[in-house]
């Protein structure tokens, strides 16, 4: 039965389709709406709407909905055409006429924006926690290995002296810049727009300032048209941010994958995090950075997937936009999954410490070499072009600079001066 139903259904295949996978969907946002139904029911009983022992009515069945879905026991069958039909279905079962009055002065357009809202900053708070996890595991490598010489690559080819602690740290001193977005993406998150019902408001005389406090929501979208098209643009403005964390995680992992290699050997995993090959007995495969590394690169698509179907839409509710749950909702759970795996592989990664030792690597040091000579006196022009005739006719003998060590813009790597950044960039610093 449809929340809409006026005597003749939809058949079967409409059905089917116009549902899709939408309720699998909506059992992410579930526990959303129900916080969301709990703020709309004493709003309108504050108003008037509802009398004090209806409201309380609904407020605890809400609650206990609330416990269901907490202990996984919500669902949300064939025959209910979203989460939306079947709290409204669940209420109306236990309490009669008070449960149907609970969609009084509110659509479903703006139940599921409320829902999407709330559930996206917690989304976004969790990435956001996640990567500061990473973060702070990158900053205790670059701490702990800091000194570990790495050869440094422009081109791919050999070309400065780097270390670990340089590495480790530029991937998490890049989160930073993640981070400034996923605070933006959550302040656009943070308006409310409940009450702005299909999309164009409520001639009973709502109280949005309450479910805006209620909610914990920092404001609210105060014109209701606005509101909704908010619709896709929370999605795609969040997915801009959860890209921008794939894509410096993507980086990473690609950095793993190569320096896991044997053509360089510079990094290496505990055999429980790595796989093997079926036919050759000496693989040790870096499985989970590569997954990791196709996961964020797919990430990245998201952002332009949402806006290729959000495009053209004009303004007011249409039901494309259901689909852009598909694409966000699967979008949270893969970059969670691909930060936890980073953060608990990263607390096992072994670095090669005599990487250098290998005279291929005797180049990296020519910039060194040269930087003393014109301390000594020899203009660099004129260094530069003896270093690299002894280069050609092999007398090239490198003076081995601590540049590694020191290699950070002020002297140092800053390390303290990072995770102070860090510590501002995110509204909660704890
Ligand atoms: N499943 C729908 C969505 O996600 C819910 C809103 C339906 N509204 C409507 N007018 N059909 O967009």
Not at 166 to 177: K, Q
Not at 419 to 429: F, I, N, S, T, V
């Amino acid at each position: 039965m449809k929340l809409w139903d006026k005597g003749s259904s939809p058949d079967e295949k409409t059905d089917l389709f116009t549902v899709g996978n939408d309720r699998e969907l909506d059992l992410l946002l579930v526990k959303y709406d129900l916080q969301a139904s709990r703020a709309h029911a004493r709003m309108l009983g504050k108003i008037g709407l509802l009398t004090e022992a209806e409201t309380a009515d609904l407020v605890r069945e809400i609650d206990a909905l609330m416990d269901e879905e907490a202990a996984g026991r919500f669902t949300i069958e064939a025959g209910f055409e979203d989460m939306h039909s079947k709290i409204e279905y669940l209420l109306t079962e236990k309490l009669g006429d008070t449960g149907k009055k609970i969609h009084t002065a509110r659509s479903r357009n703006d139940q599921v924006l409320v829902a999407l809202q709330l559930y996206l900053k917690d989304a976004l708070s969790d990435v956001q926690h996640q990567v500061r996890m990473l973060f702070d595991r990158l900053l205790e490598l670059a701490e702990k290995h800091q000194a570990v010489p790495l050869p440094g690559y422009t081109h791919l080819q050999v070309a400065m002296p780097s270390s670990f602690g340089l590495w480790f740290s530029a991937y998490a001193e890049s989160l930073i810049d993640d981070v400034y977005l996923l605070e933006a993406a959550r302040r656009v998150a943070d308006q409310n727009p409940l009450g702005s019902a299909a999309g164009y408001g409520s001639s009973f005389p709502i109280d949005r300032e309450f479910t805006t406090e209620a909610l914990g929501f920092e404001t609210m979208k105060y014109n209701v048209v606005a509101a909704q098209m908010g619709r896709g643009k929370v999605e795609r403005t969040a997915a801009t941010a959860l890209a921008a964390v794939a894509a410096t995680l993507g980086k990473l992992a690609m950095d793993i994958c190569l320096y896991m290699s044997q053509n360089f050997g510079f990094v290496s995993f505990p055999d429980k995090l790595t796989t093997g090959s079926s036919i050759m007995p000496h693989k040790k495969n870096p499985d989970i950075f590569e997954l990791i590394r196709g996961k964020c690169n797919l990430l990245q698509a998201v952002p332009g997937q949402l806006g290729l179907l959000t495009t053209n839409l004009p303004s007011g509710y249409h039901r494309d936009l259901q689909l852009t749950k598909d694409l966000l909702l699967p979008a949270v759970e893969n970059l969670k999954s691909c930060l936890e795996m980073a953060h608990t592989s990263l607390g096992e990664i072994q670095v090669r410490e005599d990487i250098l030792d290998d005279p291929k690597y005797d180049y990296l040091y020519s910039v060194d070499t040269l930087n003393q000579r014109v301390l000594e006196g020899v203009p660099f022009r004129d260094a530069y072009r003896d270093m690299a005739a002894a280069i050609a006719d092999g007398s090239f003998s490198p003076v081995k600079g601590a540049a590694h060590t020191h290699a950070g813009s002020l002297g140092n790597l800053c390390l303290d001066r990072i995770a102070d950044k860090m510590a501002q960039a995110c509204a909660d610093p704890a």
